[in-house]
């Protein structure tokens, strides 16, 4: 699948952002693979335009990289600090697909490890003087947000809602990557005899747990990916197995979790997007060209609504 060519639309109930007397107090972050990128040019454009500010946000709800761009946020970097991060970053050198982890994939039944999030976050943490160990307590304590990560244990096929409230003395880092535990692409991890996979499996889109754990839903900004799927994101023989693998799991969570189950809130964002490949997830990673496009979608759709 070549990005250049790759038809990414944004939709969204926005007709037109105006002062109200609504006050966004809640995010909600789908999972979505590398399309977190027009998230976060979502997000800083509307609230760059007075949609939301972070000084309401009392938490934030993600799954998958919904709960990467959470942290992104929680930690109330200026945005011109978190696009030199996201887009300059040689992100290659963090997300490494190399010829040596396909072949221990099999072994440790998947590609990339734990310290995938150590590297991701360290930066950032280290810049507000934060541990890279700092617990889900801690961190409320820090940013005085409500951090809610989905992920499932697949012992059990529960949804575990992660917070400093249920697991207080979880790491942040352990939270956010059991909730991108994708089969095959992330090993999968074991704590508390619970093994650990996507929240996408079960809550790609938690608005729903965000009402229910008593959001009004006037007071909640969504944010959700909703895929297309068309000829480029069908199984062909350039396919590999591990395209052949993850182009199923993608198209169960978006065909059959990927939805808001009828909940009324008060704005709400949808990015249309095909599956990615392997080699299309390392292509974003490697290219800063790449993410500003998907950067750059988030913040042109928004351009034309507000103009």
Known sequence: MDLKNE??????????????????????????????????????????????????????????????????????????????FIIKRPWQNVYKLSIDSFLYA????????????????????????????????????ITKIEMHIMTVDINTYDLVDISYKTHPDWFVIDAVYCSCCLPILFQPIIKDNMCFCDGGFMANYPVKQCIENGAKPNEIFGMC?????????????????????????????????NK????????????????????DIYETASSMEKRLELIQKGSEYLDKIIS
């Open 7 to 84: 038809n990414i639309e944004t939709t969204t109930n926005i007709e037109n952002i105006t002062p109200t007397e609504n006050i966004i107090k809640h995010l909600v972050l789908s999972g979505g693979g590398v399309v977190g990128f027009s998230f976060y040019g979502l997000l800083r454009e509307t609230n760059k335009r007075g949609l939301w500010d972070i000084s309401n946000i009392e938490t934030i709800y993600g799954t998958s990289v919904g709960s990467i761009i959470s942290v992104f946020i929680a930690l109330h970097y200026e945005w011109d600090t978190l696009d030199d």
């Open 225 to 257: 990916r909703s895929s297309i799927f068309d000829s480029s994101s069908n199984i062909n023989d350039k396919s590999t197995l591990f395209d052949y693998i993850l182009n199923i799991l993608y198209k169960t969570i978006s065909k059959i979790l």
């Open 106 to 141: 099999f072994h440790n039944k998947g590609i990339l490890d734990k310290k995938i999030m150590e590297h991701t976050f360290s930066p950032l943490f280290k810049g507000k003087d934060i541990d890279i160990n700092v617990t889900m307590k801690e961190f409320y304590e």
């Open 260 to 279: 808001n189950e009828g909940q009324q809130i008060y704005k709400e964002a949808i990015v249309n997007c095909p599956p990615l490949s392997i080699y």
